[in-house]
């Protein structure tokens, strides 16, 4: 993931970073702030958002502010989903996570929102998860030059495999990045 943004840095002067909250990240960001990367050119915006005070334990602002933009990574920029520019960007980079249950971002499956077709931010309600969010639609995070997706665990490592091999799960969430050809995605597979 590193070198992808620096990569992006060098080739296009800059690069939008769009991540997700949850457990990994708490384990991941602050060794990826601590990387010698532009972070100048680096704008973090959130692939979704939990309707919360900002400074919530269960707000993905405040997980990126306390764990990512820190340390080598303090001079990025940070642009909230609310934020207008974040409403029609189409970021560079998009790092997911996703539940047992299959959704990514605050997509989730039987979800009206998961129908969106255009490129921005659409409002969720999951009826398995507490909290109003905010999240990214499928098009926004497709029009992504890359996706990294982490699997963490055995149980998300078993839905993972089904939404990948298994025809009747193409309703995921989750399945629709992982069979869909016009983004690349690299997959982190960590088993517990």
């Given amino acids: 993931m590193a070198s992808l943004i620096k990569a992006f840095c060098n080739e296009n002067g800059g690069v939008v970073f769009a991540v997700g909250g949850g457990r990994t990240p708490r384990k991941i ?3 990826l702030a601590k ?5 100048h050119n680096v704008t973090v915006t ?3 958002e939990r309707c919360v005070s900002s400074n919530s334990y269960f707000s993905n602002e405040n997980l990126v502010r306390t764990m990512l933009l820190r340390d080598n990574a303090q001079s990025a920029s940070f642009k909230t989903l609310s934020e207008e520019s974040a409403l029609k960007s ?3 980079i998009v790092y997911l996570g996703f539940g047992e249950d299959g959704h990514i971002a605050s997509l989730f499956p039987s979800g009206e929102e998961l129908g969106a077709q255009h490129i921005g931010v659409v409002a969720t309600r999951a009826t398995t998860a507490p909290f109003d969010r905010l999240s990214l639609t499928l098009p926004t995070l497709l029009s992504s030059k890359h996706i990294f997706l982490i699997v963490s665990g055995v149980k998300k490592n078993e839905v ?7 025809p009747s799960m193409a309703e995921l969430p989750l399945s629709r990045i992982l069979c869909q050809s016009l983004t690349p995605v690299t997959v982190y597979v960590h088993s517990q």
Avoid at 35 to 39: A, S, V
Avoid at 160 to 166: L, N
């Fill in 46 to 48: 959130l692939t979704d």
């Fill in 35 to 39: 990387q010698n990367l532009p972070w």
């Fill in 29 to 31: 960001f602050p060794r």
């Fill in 90 to 92: 189409r970021p560079d």
């Fill in 160 to 166: 993972y495999r089904d939404a990948r091999d298994i």
